[in-house]
């Protein structure tokens, strides 16, 4: 079983604060990646990071950002939230050279 | 641009049956993978495919890479309720895994 963690699992938060997104993996993978999801609908990538110091934006436009300082952890920060920004948050991880992707078990935003 | 799509997005079938799910993609990968994804949680690995012809099983699931093709499928035998879930599936292209859509699978009994 993938050691990769989030938290919180659940938020719920007014429109306009500020929220971050805590993902950490004990498994040394240097790559790392943040979804959004909509209930049993596709997974949207919106950021990506290949190693410390280095952050890519994904495929879906997000408000949002990430930062890379250490390895081990991969946190997205929302400046402002919005009622948008509802959405099921999942952060994976990988190895290298490989491609499988380790999945934490996600933080469903609400934004009231 | 890589695109991946499955067939069909939403299927219902009874205990018992037999039924395969689809994965076709656009270009060129010898990386395919499956994942499970159950109501409001996370995903799960299911199946890593790495070469043409791998077939992959795990109870009554069965996984197939055909990448002349570049066909994938997701074989359920016997189907039981518990199989009731989403399932994934992704190829692997510049450091990224591309999803397709998803297949919603309901397991009526």
């Known amino acids: 079983e993938a050691d990769i963690y989030q938290t919180p699992r659940y938020l719920v938060i007014g429109t306009g604060k500020k929220i971050t997104l805590e993902c950490s993996q004990t498994?040394?993978?240097?790559?790392m990646y943040w979804y959004q999801q909509d209930p049993g609908m596709e997974l949207h990538l919106i950021h990506y990071s290949y190693g410390v110091n280095s952050t890519e934006k994904g495929d879906l436009s997000s408000e949002s950002t990430v930062s890379r300082i250490r390895t081990e952890h991969f946190p997205l920060t929302l400046e402002s939230a919005r009622p948008s920004h509802t959405s099921q948050y999942l952060c994976a991880s990988a190895r290298g050279y490989s491609y499988e992707q380790y999945f934490g078990p996600g933080t469903r935003l609400t934004v009231t | 641009e890589l695109k991946v799509e499955q067939n069909p997005l939403f299927l219902s079938m009874q205990e018992g049956k037999n039924y395969t799910i689809y994965c076709n993609y656009s270009?060129?990968?010898?990386?395919l993978y499956w994942y499970r994804q159950d109501p409001g949680k996370s995903l799960e690995s299911l199946f890593v495919?790495?070469?043409?012809?791998a077939v992959k099983q795990e109870g009554r699931l069965m996984a197939s890479l055909d990448t002349k093709a570049r066909l994938s499928t997701l074989h359920i035998t016997a189907a039981v309720h518990d199989l009731s879930a989403t399932y994934f599936c992704?190829?692997?292209?510049?450091?990224?895994?591309?999803f397709g859509q998803g297949t919603t699978l309901q397991v009526k009994p």
């Open positions: 270009t060129t990968s010898d990386r």
């Open positions: 495919l790495l070469s043409n012809g």
């Open positions: 992704a190829v692997g292209n510049t450091g990224k895994l591309i």
């Open positions: 498994m040394g993978h240097d790559k």
